[in-house]
């Protein structure tokens, strides 16, 4: 196995935090059957953590000796992020030799590309401060550090850099001189006025590298809003190491209080999101509790951060103060929200969501009307559009030239109103004729 660079290491001597025992509370428990679980998902879920205690020890030695099917587990754990955390976790364990070579060699070419996108974040870093453009990282390799203590323990495909509106301009320009090149294309407006665009970030790509920087503008989108803009931030952020480097990082509240946003605006899908927050609770015992549960307040977030603690609680047995719980609140509605979005993380992967299930879910994530109002507005523009604007099936339809395309927008709505209508028929037909 390829060594790990002691410069990307952070000393693991520092205490952690003393935690809670079992769940508080068991509301809406009553008559609850939780779906059986595969042995492969609760071996990825058991090693979804650095620190591995005698009951998870046990329980990843039981797991492994099973009857385990390793082609799935190790898609499901690319697919969750935790490839790395697979390996470094049972990589003493007798497992069958071609699967240990093969996730050996994953987690080192991981920890490779980790270590090729953290110099370039640096560079980047200091390409922007030469220029004059504040620039703050909050993902990717500084997360790693940050919360993980060693960059190649967590999987990451891209580099979060958040820059103020009024730079995001200039910044793009210069990553467009660096070589990178748009991977999405911008509209007029996004591209001259970025400060009138709704759009939270650029997408620009290096593919012969293969490093994706993703350029912020705002932490999150209008529709799941986290209004807090980097000259906000800028007073308090604090300085930790990356790679021998000193570099700006947001505060470990103001970070948590980010994740659980982040995690809620993507439904949870994915059990790297709870490892995050588990991780980065643990590694900073330190936590102002008090000042987290008071942005969360402020910002609207106390059921994103409820969401985020419940997760990362019930699923890897993160523990915090009981005070903590106490100064939640946490409604019935949430804690049965959590339990819906742990019994859909391991869902078979050809199950779809469609717009109305993520329309359903984020409503319950907000507490506040004006968010609520928000993100209606958000879904109705989407269904509008959905209703709208022609898709591959409508272009099946007919071959037009370019010049008459406006009538595909025609035939979208005579298809629909044949399929929906023919529906509505035969369903009624069935209802008559059951008579």
């Known amino acids: ?76 754990a690319r697919q969750h992020g935790l490839l790395p955390l697979l390996y470094w976790n049972i990589r003493s364990y007798a497992i069958p030799p071609a699967v240990k070579n093969s996730l050996r060699e994953t987690f080192s070419q991981n920890a490779e590309f980790n270590l090729l996108r953290t110099k370039e974040l640096l560079l980047l870093l200091d390409l922007f401060e030469s220029h004059g ?59 001259r006025f970025p400060l009138l665009s709704q759009r939270k970030d650029n997408i620009l790509v290096d593919e012969n590298r293969r490093i994706v920087i993703e350029l912020h503008g705002q932490l999150s989108g209008s529709h799941f809003q986290f209004p807090l803009a980097l000259k906000d931030l800028l007073p308090r952020l604090q300085t930790i190491y990356l790679g021998g480097k000193a570099v700006r990082s947001l505060p470990p509240e103001d970070l948590l209080s980010y994740l659980c946003l982040h995690g809620s605006r993507h439904c949870w899908e994915r059990l790297l999101w709870v490892t995050d927050v588990a991780e980065l609770v643990q590694s900073n015992p330190e936590l102002r509790w008090d000042l987290v549960l008071k942005q969360a307040e402020k910002l609207g977030g106390r059921r994103t951060l409820s969401l985020g603690l419940l997760m990362a609680r019930d699923l890897l047995g993160l523990r915090i103060p009981d005070d903590v719980w106490q100064s939640l609140q946490i409604e019935p509605a949430t804690e049965l929200l959590a339990i819906d979005l742990q019994d859909s993380l391991f869902e078979p992967v050809a199950t779809e969501k469609g717009i109305s299930y993520w329309h359903q879910i984020h409503m319950r994530m907000r507490e506040r009307g004006s968010d609520r109002f928000r993100l209606r507005l958000h879904y109705y523009r989407r269904y509008l559009r959905l209703a709208l604007v022609p898709n591959e099936r409508d272009h099946a339809l007919v071959e037009l030239p370019r010049g008459l395309s406006f009538l595909y927008y025609a035939l979208r709505w005579l298809r629909l109103l044949n399929q929906y209508a023919g529906s509505s028929f035969r369903i009624s037909k069935r209802n008559a004729d059951s008579r």
């Open 133 to 191: 453009i504040p620039a703050l990282s909050f993902k990717g390799p500084l997360l790693a550090q940050r919360a993980y203590r060693n960059v190649a323990l967590r999987q990451f495909s891209d580099l979060d850099i958040l820059v103020q509106k009024r730079h995001l301009r200039k910044a793009r320009k210069l990553l467009l001189l660096q070589g990178y090149k748009l991977g999405v294309e911008l509209s007029w407006l996004q591209l």
């Open 1 to 76: 196995m390829s060594s790990i660079p002691r410069s990307l290491e952070v000393p693991s001597s520092e205490p952690r935090l003393t935690l809670m025992t079992d769940r508080s509370t068991q509301l809406m428990r009553d008559g609850y059957q939780q779906p059986p679980s595969r042995p492969e998902t609760d071996l990825i879920t058991a090693c979804a953590r650095t620190n591995i205690d005698k009951n998870t020890e046990n329980k990843i030695a039981a797991l492994v000796e099973s009857n385990i099917d390793w082609d799935y587990t190790i898609e499901r």
